[in-house]
Structures are given as C-alpha cells and as structure tokens.
T-cell receptor
Framework: EPEVTQTPSHQVTQMGQEVILRCVPISNHLYFYWYRQILGQKVEFLVSFYNNEISEKSEIFDDQFSVERPDGSNFTLKIRSTKLEDSAMYFC???????????FGPGTRLTVL | QQQVKQSPQSLIVQKGGISIINCAYENTAFDYFPWYQQFPGKGPALLIAIRPDVSEKKEGRFTISFNKSAKQFSLHIMDSQPGDSATYFCAASGGSGAGSYQLTFGKGTKLSVIP
C-alpha cells in the first residue's frame, strides 16, 4: 500500500538555523498539508497546499515558514530561523482528489537547541 | 469556534471491555469527522470517519456515534484488545474552498487496555 514518506526522521539544529523538512506524497494525491505536534499535545494544522500554492495557513505559519513543491514530487517545509519553540513532530499529510481522507507520514522530529 | 473538545484525557479498560471516547465541536460548518489512531513514534492513521448525514457508522469493532443536534460524536471500541492501546484523536473539518480541508484535532485520549 502506498505511503507518505518523510525525511529526515529526526533533525537536530541550533537556534537560528534554517531547516528543510521533506515529504514524498502518495502519487496522484493533489492536496498536501503540514501539521505539527508538540510533545504530549494535540496535532495542529500549519498549512495546506494545492495546485502549487498555499490554500490555507494557520496563525502558527508566520513569515519564518515556507512551503514548496520544488520538483513536482517532493513537498517541503522550510523554517528560516528556528526557535526553541519550533521543537515538535512535523507531519506531512496528503489527500487524493475527490476523497476526504488525509494520509499522514511518520513525521520528522525537530529538536532546536 | 474552531475547537474540538475531547474527553477523557486517558482511559484504562479491561481486555474485552468497551472503550468510549467523546468529542464535541462548535463550528456548524464542520461536515467531516474522522478518528485517528496514533502509536508512539508514528503518524496518526485514519481509523474511521463519519459525515453528519448518518448517526452511526460501524467498521468491525469500531463504531462512531454522531449527534448533530448536540454537536457531539463518540468512538466506541468493542471487545477492546491490548493492541488497541494507543492515543486516539477525534478531528473535524469543513469545506473551505479549493478542496482543501484542514483538520482540527481534539487533544487526544491515551487508551490503555490491560489484560
């Protein structure tokens, strides 16, 4: 069964550094999402992406965050200048056309020191 | 208005018992209500989902009950097994254009099924 994959599984970075989290969606899926989950808390929506542009974004998704689909397959989340409070699990989710289900990847654990 | 409230925070059930997790929402634009199961270190996986045009949906040992007037929905796990021990999240989404439906999650319920 096709799966959403994410790399890296764990990223450790220094505060102020840029990080790029990568996701490979299930092929033929058209809608892409990033969510984050701070340890022990609920999953929170960051941004949705469709037709090569942002559809919606939450108040968490400020100017430090950006998303793109650079090569038509990978879907990336960039954090320009990481803060301690960016430490979390970041999940990519993808959704096929005409369906409600979002399929989540295994996540990237981001640790900002 | 975007909140989804979930209870209880944690639940301990004997093997073979019924696990019940409840959620309530406020936003009447929500029209899709999935439940996700999450094991430690893994991403959430869809368990079962319902739309408000039905009051109940059953898949195997898992049942969603939906009360539109009360804006509540619940997950029932029949014959709970130790392998069901995980964190369960309810979620909701509503049409917001362009086919993109952000999920609003509850805070999660940590279920432990003891032998």
């Amino acid at each position: 069964e096709p799966e959403v994959t994410q790399t890296p599984s764990h990223q450790v970075t220094q505060m102020g550094q840029e990080v790029i989290l990568r996701c490979v969606p299930i092929s033929n899926h058209l809608y892409f999402y990033w969510y984050r989950q701070i340890l022990g808390q609920k999953v929170e929506f960051l941004v949705s992406f469709y037709n090569n542009e942002i559809s919606e974004k939450s108040e968490i998704f400020d100017d430090q965050f950006s998303v793109e689909r650079p090569d038509g397959s990978n879907f990336t989340l960039k954090i320009r200048s990481t803060k301690l409070e960016d430490s979390a699990m970041y999940f990519c989710a993808t959704q096929p056309p005409g369906a409600d289900t979002q399929y989540f990847g295994p996540g990237t654990r981001l640790t900002v020191l | 208005q975007q909140q989804v409230k979930q209870s209880p925070q944690s639940l301990i059930v004997q093997k073979g018992g019924i696990s019940i997790i409840n959620c309530a929402y406020e936003n009447t634009a929500f029209d899709y209500f999935p439940w996700y199961q999450q094991f430690p270190g893994k991403g959430p996986a869809l368990l079962i989902a319902i739309r408000p045009d039905v009051s109940e949906k059953k898949e195997g040992r898992f049942t969603i009950s939906f009360n539109k007037s009360a804006k509540q929905f619940s997950l029932h796990i029949m014959d709970s097994q130790p392998g069901d021990s995980a964190t369960y999240f309810c979620a909701a989404s509503g049409g917001s254009g362009a086919g993109s439906y952000q999920l609003t999650f509850g805070k999660g319920t940590k279920l432990s099924v003891i032998p």
